[in-house]
C-alpha cells in the first residue's frame, strides 16, 4: 500500500519567517505530485503540480521541489503572512492520488 | 469560471435512510473523482470516471456506496442504506484528463458534510 506522510503535523510561526512543509512517499515510480491548501470548511486549492520529470516549480512566494529517489518534495513558503494560515496537502500520483494527513500552520501577526 | 459545484453543502439525516450526494465538474473537464475526508482516515479516493466511465471503484467501502456518472456535466454518490460511520466531508474534484500520468491539476469542490445520525 501506498504511503504518504507529512511533517510536522502542525506549525505555528510569527509572521514574516519562512517555513519549510514536508511530504514523503514511499515509491519513487510516481507520475506527478500536487501540493494544496484547505481552509476550514472549505475544498481544496490547488497550488502546485510537479511532473515526474520535474525537480521544482514556483508560483508567486511558494516553491515546491521534487526529489523521486529520496521519495520527497517539500513545499517552501516566503515571507509568511496570517493569510497563509491553513492545512496544507500533498498528494501522490501513483497510478490514483495519495494524500497526506496535511499540515496545519498558523501564522501568527 | 463557476468550479466545482457540489450539493447539498450539508446533510443531516437517519440511519438507513438513502442519501445522494451531486457534483457538477468544471466544464470541459474529462475525468472527476470522488472522496471521503475524516479524521481518523484523512483524504480517501473512492472512485474515479473518465470520460463518463468508472476506471477505478477500488476505494468505494461497501456495495451500499454506489457512483453514477450519466453524462460529462453530472455524477451523484449515493448511499443505500446510510450509516452513522459514513458520516464524513464529501469531495468531488475533477480535472482535463486526469487519468494517471496526466499532467494537469485536480480541482475541488467545497464538498458536502454529511452526518448519519
Known amino acids: 500500500k501506498q504511503e504518504v506522510t507529512q511533517i510536522p503535523a502542525a506549525l505555528s510561526v510569527p509572521e514574516g519567517e519562512n517555513l519549510v512543509l514536508n511530504c514523503s512517499f514511499t515509491d519513487s515510480a510516481i507520475y506527478n505530485l500536487q501540493w494544496f491548501r484547505q481552509d476550514p470548511g472549505k475544498g481544496l486549492t490547488s497550488l502546485l503540480l510537479?511532473?515526474?520529470?520535474?525537480r521544482e516549480q514556483t508560483s508567486g512566494r511558494l516553491n515546491a521541489s521534487l526529489d523521486k529517489s529520496s521519495g520527497r518534495s517539500t513545499l517552501y513558503i516566503a515571507a509568511s503572512q496570517p493569510g497563509d494560515s491553513a492545512t496544507y496537502l500533498c498528494a501522490v500520483n501513483f497510478n490514483k492520488f495519495y494524500f497526506g494527513s496535511g499540515t496545519k500552520l498558523n501564522v501568527k501577526p | 469560471d463557476a468550479g466545482v459545484i457540489q450539493s447539498p453543502r450539508h446533510e443531516v439525516t437517519e440511519m438507513g435512510q438513502e442519501v445522494t450526494l451531486r457534483c457538477k465538474p468544471i466544464s470541459g473537464h474529462n475525468s472527476l473523482f470522488w472522496y471521503r475526508q475524516t479524521m481518523m482516515r484523512g483524504l480517501e479516493l473512492l472512485i474515479y470516471?473518465?470520460?463518463?466511465?468508472?476506471?477505478?471503484d477500488s476505494g468505494m467501502p461497501e456495495d451500499r456506496f454506489s457512483a453514477k456518472m450519466p453524462n460529462a456535466s453530472f455524477s451523484t454518490l449515493k448511499i443505500q442504506p446510510s450509516e452513522p460511520r459514513d458520516s464524513a466531508v464529501y469531495f468531488c474534484?475533477?480535472?482535463?484528463?486526469?487519468?494517471?500520468?496526466?499532467?494537469?491539476?485536480?480541482?475541488f469542490g467545497d464538498g458536502t458534510r454529511l452526518s448519519i445520525l
Open positions: 470516471f473518465n470520460n463518463n466511465v468508472p476506471i477505478d
Open positions: 510537479i511532473q515526474s520529470s520535474q
Open positions: 474534484a475533477s480535472s482535463f484528463t486526469g487519468l494517471p500520468g496526466g499532467n494537469q491539476p485536480q480541482h
